[in-house]
């Protein structure tokens, strides 16, 4: 979908995690931490039973663990784990029988999920270094794929969705949260590596969101807008107002 620079993205999308994770109350164009987590619709309850760490570095862009409806002993793999909230509310889902693998690009995200993980004693929890658009898992092998407010950040959307489709069992879920715009992004915003990192340049289309999501195999089942998230900077304000820059929530099944 675009001209952008797919290194100069990779290596902003880095920094910018590394940073995440090592200095969460730093400035960012995005809001992160408890308060977020629990205005975008986190139980308090399961808050309060996952490392406060996790919660510094949460980047994510709203909530879908009612869509995912994750059963106790289920495989889940999350997308983009970061420092690691999500996997570990997974963890409290699916419980001791259940399985929950991360995977993240960002070596600090990884370190900083890991730590937390031995801390806390999230021992059904794993940690993979890896690409979310070339993923190291065997076909049909994950009951429910979960991510949040990472895919956007992909160049390739349409082979993370092929991946996210082939690691799922038949009747399995991809249940995520993303950023997505009702307007096309120009060009100029679309080859800004930094607006890529900050979660606003790589953002698609909804429409041909959802369609990349369909050509992929699995069938949407429901897609919600999160109007409780919001960009903090000026600079991704003035974008978000213009383009129509929205965080959504979505279900989809593979037949
Ligand atoms: C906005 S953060 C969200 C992290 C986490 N899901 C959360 O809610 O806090 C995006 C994460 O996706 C990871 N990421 C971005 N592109 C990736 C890719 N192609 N493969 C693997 N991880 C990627 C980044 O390293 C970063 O940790």
């Known amino acids: 979908m675009s001209a952008v620079d797919t290194h100069a993205v990779e290596t902003k999308v880095k920094d910018m995690y590394e940073r995440v994770a090592q200095d969460p109350h730093g400035e960012f164009h995005f809001e992160m931490g408890r308060a977020l987590a629990e205005r975008l619709g986190y139980s308090p309850y399961d808050l309060d039973r996952v490392p406060a760490p996790s919660m510094d570095s949460f980047a ?9 409806a994750l059963q106790s002993g289920e495989r889940v793999l999350d997308l983009g784990s970061g420092s690691g909230l999500d996997s570990f509310v997974a963890s409290l889902k699916v419980g001791a029988t259940g399985t929950v693998v991360g995977i ?3 070596v600090a995200q990884l370190d900083k999920a890991n730590e937390l993980r031995q801390q806390g004693g999230f021992l059904n929890v794993e940690y993979v270094h890896g690409y979310i658009d070339q993923l190291p898992f065997e076909d049909e092998s994950f009951d429910a794929v979960i991510s949040n407010g990472v895919i956007n950040l992909v160049a390739d959307k349409d082979n993370t969705f092929k991946q996210a489709a ?18 096309q992004l120009p060009q100029g915003i679309v080859c800004d590596a930094t607006l890529w990192a900050a979660c606003i340049g790589g953002a698609m289309h909804r429409d041909s969101y959802q369609q990349a999501i369909v050509d992929a195999g699995l069938t949407i089942e429901v897609v919600q807008p999160n109007p409780q998230y919001r960009f903090i900077s000026d600079q991704a304000n003035g974008a978000t107002t213009k383009y129509e820059v929205q965080s959504i929530s979505l279900v989809a099944v593979k037949p």
């Open 166 to 183: 082939r690691v799922l069992k038949r009747g399995g879920r991809l249940a995520l949260s993303d950023i997505v715009t009702g307007v």
């Open 60 to 68: 994510g862009v709203g909530h879908h663990f009612d869509l995912a």
């Open 104 to 106: 993240d690009m960002t």
